[in-house]
T-cell receptor, first 112, second 116 residues
């Protein structure tokens, strides 16, 4: 079955530590996205990528980094520069026109 | 910046009744709209979409209505069931600036609670 897979489902980070969230899709979508969702709030765009080896900052990119070395994969690194990283992180993919916009099941990151 | 907004943050309906969830958008250039359902702790699930050249689209127990004159979108759920309890939010798809990807803009959502 085609879909988008995020791992891990739960992740705990210590202060000052970098962590990487995985996102893999087998939908043959060109575009991939990372969103952050805080309780009771909407989705905020962190980074997006339209093609391999290219990505753009979203609205809240500070403290995050991404790479797009393969079409299927778009990992997100939450760096120690992100001062308030506790949130639910959602990865998504779509065709370039945003049709078929599909989300993963999310990763809940908690700072301990 | 422009954003998609929802009229009501919460909605409670009796099981078996119809539900109507509303969404206002502000960008007249948006040409594609999507409704998502998000259950607690899960990723959003696609429910139904509609392009701006349509006024209405029906799915299984769901109907989306688009009124471009007043920039209003609604999701109707027929015979609401307990499993429909979730947060519902709409998204609008608008063209990006030159060279950038088209962007989806999401509303904050409406919490639908189905009462027994």
């Amino acid at each position: 079955d085609g879909g988008i897979t995020q791992s891990p489902k739960y992740l705990f980070r210590k202060e000052g530590q970098n962590v990487t969230l995985s996102c893999e899709q087998n939908l043959n979508h060109d575009a991939m996205y990372w969103y952050r969702q805080d309780p009771g709030q909407g989705l905020r765009l962190i980074y997006y990528s339209q093609i391999v080896n290219d990505f753009q900052k979203g609205d809240i990119a500070e403290g995050y980094s991404v790479s797009r070395e393969k079409k299927e994969s778009f990992p997100l690194t939450v760096t120690s520069a992100q001062k308030n990283p506790t949130a639910f992180y959602l990865c998504a993919s779509s065709t370039v026109g945003n049709y078929g916009f599909t989300f993963g099941s999310g990763t809940r990151l908690t700072v301990v | 910046g422009e954003s998609v907004g929802l009229h009501l943050p919460t909605l409670s309906v009796q099981e078996g009744d119809n539900s109507i969830i509303n969404c206002a958008y502000s960008n007249s250039a948006s040409d594609y709209f999507i409704w998502y359902k998000q259950e607690s702790g899960k990723g959003p699930q696609f429910i139904i979409d509609i392009r701006s050249n349509m006024d209405k689209r029906q799915g299984q127990r769901v109907t989306v209505l688009l009124n471009k004159t007043v920039k209003h979108l609604s999701l109707q759920i027929a015979a609401t069931q307990p499993g429909d309890s979730a947060v519902y939010f709409c998204a609008e798809n608008k063209g990006g600036t030159s060279g950038s990807a088209r962007q989806l803009t999401f509303g904050s959502g409406t919490q639908l609670t189905v009462l027994p």
